[in-house]
């Protein structure tokens, strides 16, 4: 099945640094999301992005559908933004609703 | 209130005693799944609706049975929970190729 790498595992920063956050997937995806999950344990969607760049507010993403990869960048980190942050893919040519999760990058941002 | 709610949000229970997780969303979504996160493993897919009468299996379906008899409910079932089935449930929900919402989480520990 479709393979889901992000990278870094984990990244310290100090609050009103930027970052970028990568995923890297094995196959053509139907499906390519970001999601954040807050220190309470809360799953938000971020972003939908199979394709393209989208942005919102201080986050934005872009997904390079051809060479199989999305990052996520994150502009003057602020405490909140701490948590960890997942892509979820869906295989193209696989069954369709058949969501991979990657491991996750942690992220902390110190104040 | 948009919303993905899942009943309980804590349960302990023992081996072998049937129980339900439930899980209901009110923005007529076709789309719904459920997910259990582990410790190093992230979040796996257990199953997944694409719509009304209609399941597919995830990665780690053994153990777990749904239904999907009405559009916006779909309960989680462990016939003879064990306590590898020990987790962090999620339940999510979506239009198909959409923003996936999640709910809160089902925390359970089975002794």
């Known amino acids: 099945g479709i393979q889901v790498e992000q990278s870094p595992p984990d990244l310290i920063l100090q609050e009103g640094a930027n970052s970028t956050l990568r995923c890297n997937f094995s196959?053509?995806?139907?499906?390519l999301q970001w999601f954040h999950q807050n220190p309470w344990g809360q799953l938000i969607n971020l972003f939908y992005?199979?394709?393209g760049t989208k942005q919102n507010g201080r986050l934005s993403a872009t997904t390079v559908a051809t060479e199989r990869y999305s990052l996520l960048y994150i502009s003057s980190s602020q405490t909140t933004d701490s948590g960890v942050y997942f892509c979820?893919?869906?295989?193209?040519?696989?069954?369709?609703?058949?969501?991979?999760f990657g491991k996750g990058t942690k992220l902390s941002v110190k104040p | 209130e948009a919303q993905v709610t899942q009943n309980p949000r804590y349960l302990i229970t023992v081996t072998g005693k049937k129980l339900t997780v439930t899980c209901s969303q009110n923005?007529?979504?076709?789309?719904m799944s459920w997910y259990r996160q582990d410790p190093g493993l992230g979040l796996r897919q257990i199953y997944y609706?694409?719509?009304?009468?209609?399941?597919d299996k995830g990665d780690v379906p053994e153990g777990y049975k749904v239904s999907r008899k009405e559009k916006r409910n779909f309960p989680l079932i462990l016939e003879s929970p064990s306590p590898n089935q020990t987790s962090l449930y999620f339940c999510?929900?979506?239009?198909?190729?959409?923003?996936?919402?999640f709910g809160n989480g089902t925390r359970l520990t089975v002794t």
């Open positions: 196959d053509s995806v139907n499906n």
């Open positions: 999510a929900s979506s239009f198909l190729n959409s923003p996936l919402h």
């Open positions: 609706s694409m719509n009304v009468e209609v399941t």
């Open positions: 992005i199979p394709s």
């Open positions: 923005m007529n979504h076709e789309y």
């Open positions: 979820a893919v869906d295989n193209y040519g696989g069954s369709q609703g058949n969501l991979i």
